[in-house]
């Protein structure tokens, strides 16, 4: 086993073994020192796993069921996934806003999800908090009440859920390739359903499936965060010990009648960019293959240095990006591997370059070199995973559910290395055979068939309209009544990090921080320089720079900079800017070596330089063919107009053209610098000297004088309909207009009311837009900000939403009314829980080494004081809400334009 992955396990155990020392101290019942994860099954069956983290004062709470879309039999597609929609929505004893206005008043998160093998439902709470989760899903188990009245909204809300996912061509190919290769399996069926089965679901259907499968004995419920194991273990058999389990709940299994075939599923859609994915069938997670098949992903596809990455990516450039990965199902899984071809002709020779790779792997094997490299990135993947409570306990759940073992997630990188290479290679021999790799393509629609896909999505329309238009909502949402019941507690006490601050020989600022809690360091280097400077007949420069950094030095060339980088599990991104950096502790020294190697000795060597151009034009097409991207760019063009801000990062198609290999070059000698630059360091330092460490890496780089760019005062936005017509299945509506700036003396009061109006930093279901999603059900989600992107410039007022074109009007008119009326009759308590929200959900800046870099560099970005988050509660609580709301008016009243983005205007091929 390697060092670095020995100290990983290491350092979990003394953490581990700490928090029991202390356990046991109390009398309490002796817990396994050895557990990463501690496991009690109740005496109904229930199973409680607890991971204790005391680095924030947060805990993620899931309830985990083990039913997901293949449990659903004929006539029930889709049900598991609308019990989801529905669970929060009242029971016998709370009312339909109860859950969701408790949620918020604790300054909680609540969320579900549904998959084909499970359904899981989580909260977030503040650790002074999390036992509230525990009566409301234990209520939720057993008396859920599911209103007809309360499913005729949700309903619609599904429906326009399902057509989102249609316009996402990527996920909706995946979709097809699954339901197309497990023909006889209950895979086959998409997990939101079939509209035509969800048309006609009523309160019953949704009862006698919820009776048959939310049970204790199939539920294990999961917890990670700051909790003491015992006082879980007892609030769980307090709160879920008296439901009673069903002895004779079996779970049925399902046949899947494997073959030598390979099918193909092709798309057309109204793209630019084609789209390939290549799969095979493999073991599912239930197999505990998952390890082996992460190993494989990064060899075979996943990174720079993999395998089809070097060949179709930088040596053939056949394919301007590729990915590999495994789709980790229970009874079967799907490994995959994406490709993003230059052109759609190459489709063909890329697919016999994937087969004799595969055929050379499975001949010849991969070296150690390989094989460490794909260690060491899985070791700090699961590194990163320690500091993230809710994709924790998500992990741990899916891994219980799956093969039974609470702690699997913490050892299956444990298996002899031998062992390890042994199986990989039976694997790849087994299952990646030509005969059995089944194939999937998004490619541009032709043109002769503009029209009937038009016709189709119109027909489509109609029917749904003329079904839903039955499915009528007159009452209103019900009011809570338990929640008023409810006293928050006020959030104990937190250090927040503060920065030690060293300047360097070259005036880069360095602020930096010890935080041991994971033997990794995160970087974060901020550049003076933006991509709003770029000259305007060169958008995208400062782009383009940034990822030539990456392509060859005067040390390394592109393939030996990539394969130094990964083979120590490192990470970097480069962007306009800036660079972020993720090392291993002991590899510090080595990634600072690498950060000045890319800062000061970059070549922009011409081949790399027009894969590097390819890529970005790719990149561009991708951008342009998603309406929920480039929404907000033409949006930022009408707000920022004549401003650096409208700029797009990416550019445009002909700048980048026009870039040439002198631009890249003064560029970068001018531009990246260490003048006005600062560099956040935050992890394991102990026994560091940062000062010196960098100093010796960095302190030779220089770089000339960067000026401060000088912004046009902006006007306030014009009251216009933009139409931009795209063919998708849903229109992108957003509403916008000018802002404030991040000194604005009303920034505070602003910041409290987004908390009321668009959810804020919970991004909850409490705000009053998600409110008006919920009594019509005209979208899935929505969301809105006063102070969206605000910094020294000012930001932009912006409600967005993705709604049907048979209910655009309708929808336009509800929101414009919402937004009209959304500072009116603010209620004291609802203002002193947006107060608790902010100020809870500030320890989500310093959840991981990444977090606290970034609010570090924010503190000093803003010249804001050292206890500036220990200071905030004191701030707000001259506010009123009375102050809150009389700035929200002045810029609610301000011009908002009306974006809209789909089948609108007159192109007869979109209309």
């Known amino acids: 086993m390697k060092k670095a992955l020995i100290t990983f396990l290491v350092l979990n155990f003394l953490s581990l073994l700490k928090g029991n020392i202390q356990m046991k101290m109390s009398n309490k019942e002796i817990l396994d020192p050895a557990a990463y994860v501690h496991k009690k099954v109740l005496s109904n069956g229930l199973t409680v796993l607890v991971r204790p983290i005391d680095t924030v004062p947060k805990v993620s709470i899931q309830l985990w069921y083990n039913v997901g879309s293949k449990d659903e039999k004929d006539n029930e597609r889709g049900i598991a996934h609308l019990i989801e929609h529905m669970i929060f929505k009242g029971t016998d004893r709370l009312s339909e806003a109860d859950i969701d206005s408790i949620s918020h008043k604790l300054s ?192 075979i596809g996943s990174g720079k240095s993999s395998r089809l990455y070097k060949r179709l990516v930088d040596e053939e450039q056949l394919a301007v990006s590729l990915s590999a990965s495994n789709e980790e199902l229970f009874d079967h899984g799907l490994f995959f591997i994406v490709v993003q071809p230059h052109h759609e002709q190459d489709l063909a020779k890329i697919e016999s370059i994937i087969i004799e790779e595969l055929d050379r792997l499975k001949r010849d094997g991969f070296d150690d070199k390989e094989f460490t490299r794909a260690l060491k990135k899985t070791e700090s993947s699961l590194l990163s995973l320690m500091e993230d409570f809710e994709h924790q306990a998500y992990e741990i759940g899916k891994y219980y559910l799956a093969t039974g073992d609470e702690n699997y997630l913490f050892t299956y990188m444990n298996q002899p290395h031998d062992e390890m290479k042994k199986e990989m290679m039976s694997l790849l021999k087994t299952y990646f055979r030509p005969s059995v790799m089944h194939k999937g393509f998004v490619l541009p629609i032709p043109e002769q068939e503009k029209d009937a896909w038009a016709q189709l999505q119109k027909e489509s329309d109609a029917l749904d309209a003329e079904i839903l238009s039955a499915r009528v909502r007159n009452e209103p949402i019900e009011q809570p009544r338990y929640a008023k019941e409810i006293q928050p507690k006020n959030p104990g006490r937190f250090d927040y990090p503060k920065a030690t601050v060293h300047t360097i020989k070259n005036g880069l600022k360095i602020l930096s921080y010890n935080n041991e809690n994971i033997p990794k360091v995160d970087l974060i280097l901020d550049l003076k320089t933006k991509h709003y400077s770029d000259p305007d007949d060169k958008q995208g420069l400062a782009l383009f720079v940034s990822k030539m950094l990456l392509e060859g030095t005067k040390n390394y060339t592109s393939q030996e900079l990539n394969d130094a980088i990964e083979s120590r599990g490192m990470s970097i991104a480069t962007y306009p800017g800036g660079i972020a950096l993720s090392v291993l502790r002991e590899d510090l020294d080595f990634g600072l070596s690498i950060l000045n190697e890319i800062l000061t000795n970059a070549t922009f060597n011409e081949k790399e330089m027009e894969k590097v151009r390819a890529q ?75 000062a010196k460490l960098i100093e010796k890496n960095l302190g030779d780089w220089t770089g000339s004088e960067i000026k401060d760019t000088s912004f046009p005062e902006l006007k306030e936005a014009t009251a216009e309909i933009i139409d931009h017509p795209i063919n998708r299945d849903q229109v992108v509506l957003r509403f916008a207009g000018l802002g404030v700036n991040r000194f604005d003396p009303d920034y505070d009061k602003l910041l409290l009311f987004d908390q009321i109006f668009g959810g804020g930093a919970l991004g909850g279901m409490h705000s009053r837009l998600f409110k008006l999603r919920e009594q019509s059900g005209l979208f899935y989600s929505i969301g809105g900000s006063l102070i969206a992107g605000a910094d020294e410039q000012p930001g932009m007022i912006m409600v967005q939403t993705i709604v049907s074109l048979d209910r655009l009007s309708e929808a336009e008119k509800a929101i414009k009314q919402t937004i009209a009326n959304a500072a009116d009759a603010i209620t004291d308590e609802e203002f002193q829980e947006a107060k608790l929200a902010v100020i809870n959900s500030q320890v989500d800046n310093f959840a991981s080494n990444y977090n606290i870099a970034n609010a570090l560099l924010f503190v000093d970005r803003y010249n804001f004081p050292a206890d500036f988050f220990d200071t905030r509660a004191h701030k707000f609580a001259s506010i009123s809400a009375k102050d809150a709301a009389d700035a929200a008016k002045k810029l609610l009243n301000r011009n908002l334009l009306t974006l809209r983005v789909g089948r609108v205007g007159n192109d007869e091929n979109v209309a």
């Open 108 to 299: 909680g998160y609540l969320n579900a999800f549904t998959s084909y093998d499970y359904t899981g439902y989580l909260f977030n709470f503040p650790s002074q908090h999390w036992q509230q989760s525990f009566d409301i899903m234990a209520d939720c188990m057993q008396n859920c009440t599911f209103k007809d009245y309360m499913l005729n909204s949700e309903m619609k809300a599904v429906i326009q859920e399902l057509k989102m996912y249609r316009d996402r061509y990527d996920r909706s190919l995946v979709d097809e390739m699954i339901s197309s290769i497990f023909h006889d399996h209950p895979y086959h069926h998409p997990i939101i359903g079939y509209k035509q089965d969800l048309w006609s679901v009523d309160s019953n259907d949704l009862k006698s499936f919820y009776k048959k499968h939310y049970m204790p004995n199939n539920a294990t419920l999961v917890v990670v965060g700051n909790v003491d194991p015992h006082e879980v273990f007892a609030e769980a058999e307090k709160s879920f010990g008296s439901i009673p389990a069903n002895p004779d709940y079996k779970k049925d299994t399902f046949y899947f009648n494997k073959d030598i075939v390979s099918k193909a599923t092709t798309m057309y859609r109204d793209v630019k960019q084609p789209l390939a994915v290549y799969s095979f069938v493999v073991p599912g997670t239930r197999s505990k293959k998952d390890n082996l098949l992460e190993l494989l992903s990064r060899i």
């Open 616 to 690: 970005l034009r790719s990149k561009l097409q991708n951008f342009w063919d998603e309406p929920r991207y480039f929404a907000g760019q033409l949006v930022k063009e009408k707000i920022y107009k004549d401003h650096p801000y409208s700029k797009l990062s990416m550019g445009t198609v002909d700048a980048i053209n026009a870039i040439t290999q002198d631009d890249l070059k003064e560029y970068y000698k001018k531009y990246i610098s260490p003048s006005g630059a600062r560099l956040a360091i935050v992890g394991d330092l102990h026994g560091n000297d940062v």
